[in-house]
């Protein structure tokens, strides 16, 4: 077995008539993190929606982690406690308090009893700085304050990889930074992490590679400067004036 | 998933139905149900302490004694009747109902127990003294009988409107409020009115002369009609059977009957009056009512939250079930879904149901599509990117939505609960066509012997908002408890 944590091939994901993904190849390293930009409608959540079989693939291969997602032989949801997900509108359970967030799955799945998963839950609020909020409902909370939980919520499962679904770009400007500093605080400790994202400071600071994908296709890809500052292809050259332009 | 819920199913209804068949009493003697009518006087009507009296009662439980057989008695309404025998639902009918070439080819007849004639009853206060002078008017007759046949017979060579009800007493009141000219009715039925007080008069001779006879479905119980012609016969032969037509056709009968009759109006004209003399009627009326309002709500929930589950379960051929489900039975009326589980599905399955499950499958059915509906609606309110993040976190489908969807969908779904607790509360009053003595049914028999529709359907409406007041009260009461 090699080193490698996300390994996909040929990955076609079709919604009806729409060709959404049309033969992805895509391959992540243990503590690689990989930024994936991308025009909108490329297909970037879906394609990181297919990692966790939150949709199913039309046909090509994935293997996490050694195990075959594709395959629904597979326990899906075995896998899926090993792949956490943070989405771009959050999702945190709006019936539970912060710390049930956190510790309902842990507790749910056999994983810690009440007690280790609150101590849990409180030792995460801490590292994303929001112990305070611990017996706060998610509906009192700011939009950088609730992705930051859900940081939380997904790293208390215990994942090997974490996937980012433009985790700040429903947030405030001054929100940001906050998020971003946890997830490079992350990056930091080795996490293994896939990003779809528009900031191209945290993609060049941060990940060891970005993926560009446009129409369904993995069209460039590299190191953040390779990419960045000498695109090859064309659209990744238009893409990218226009994100800086903004 | 699927069969587990199947079973969950058949053993709830298997439950409903061991319940409530183990209420049924067992005897040594076979005990015959027989079905009759609601209103029907002299033949069947019910007495001020709401016992069915008058001939036919009196002589199926004289012939009863007499050939040692026992008999529970079912005031169903004619039609009613007639149909749960045919259905097997009962084991025969005694209700002033007339021998027919039509009827053989369903019923066996017993031997006629009593001749009677089509006769024509106006409002003393109209000017129609015969049949030529119904042209362009509405006749009034009661479904079923002998009197219907006969006006739709007649009623092209004369050229009027046949208005159709299913009580006697809806008959006669709309001839005496005039929206009907006139009524047919059989003679023995009609002239004792008359004579009691009805207020309508006899203006025609009896013409379609037929016989009365007790009938059990064709070919079935024939040794119930065996004892019925044997103890018809006995009756007949010690003068017990001319006592009873006597009893209730005879000059004195009727005279004290009118007396009384009117003696009860004088102490019962006042809405106290008429509470306090049928306090007992109303009271288990209102018994009934709540015994079925609280059982359906139970199982309509129950029912309903499962096939509103089924409906969101990513399973095509689970969520096509739900659809169906939901499709059938919000579509159906509740009346005709009623009748169609109470005679119906004996007529399929050749065993009877008792009348109280068939209404609790009944309300169980159609307020559980209604209930299906809205939990499915519920759920499906509830943001996607919750299941989503739960699914994400690797918690199974059940975890996820018991934990996480359910919850949130509970409270969308709180208002319309309430509200269907109401619909199913008022629903209850349907099932007065199968026979049932709830609230409704209470208050149509209560008038088929006072003739006091207006004010007792004025009581029973008050009972009935009294009885959704108290249920709102508590639901509200509930839903503030989910909320905090
Ligand atoms: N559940 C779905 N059903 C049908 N079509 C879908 C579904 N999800 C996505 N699509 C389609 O797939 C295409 C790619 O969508 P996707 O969300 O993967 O793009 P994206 O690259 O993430 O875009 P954005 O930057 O706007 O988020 C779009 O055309 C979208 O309409
Ligand atoms: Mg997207």
Redesign the pocket.
Known sequence: MTDLKVDVKNLV?N??D?H??KGINFEVANNEVVVLI????????????CLNRL?DPTSGKIVIDGKDISDSKTNIDQARENIGMVF?HFNLFNNLTVEQNIALAPTELGKASKEEAADQAKKLLETVGLVDKYDAMPRSLSGGQKQRVAIARALAMKPDIMLF??PTSALDPEMVGDVLAVMKKLAKEGMTMVV?T?EMGFAKEVADRVVF?AD?KVVEEGKPTDVFEHPQNDRTKAFLEKVINV | MKKRFAFFCLTVIAAVAFFFSGQAPVHAEKTYTIGTDVTFPPFVYANSNNKYVGIDMELIRSIAKEEGFKIKIKPLGFNAAVQSVSSGQTDGVIAGMTITDERKQTFDFSNPYYESGIVMAVSPKSGIKGLQDLKGKKVAVKTGTQGATYANSIKKKYGFKVVTFDDSDNVYNDVKTGNSAACFDDSAVLNYGVKTGLGLKVVTKPTDIGQYGFAVKKGQNQELLKMFNKGLAKLKKNGKYNQIIKKYTGAAATSSTKKSNNKKDAESNTFIGLIKQNRQAIGSGILETLKLTVLSIIFATIFGVLIGLLGVIPNKFAQGVSTVIIYIFRGLPLLVLALFIYNGIPSLTGSKIPAFVAGIITLTLNEGAYTAAFVKGGIEAVDSGQMEAARSLGLPFRKAMSKIVLPQGIKIMVPSFINQFIITLKDTSILSIIGILELTQTGKIIIARNLQGFKVWTIVAVIYLLLITILTLLSKWVERRIND
Do not use: A, I, Y
């Open positions: 994901k919604f009806g729409n959404v993904l991308g025009p909108s409608g490329s297909g970037k959540s879906t394609l990181l929606r949709e771009q679904d433009e779809v528009h994908m369904g």
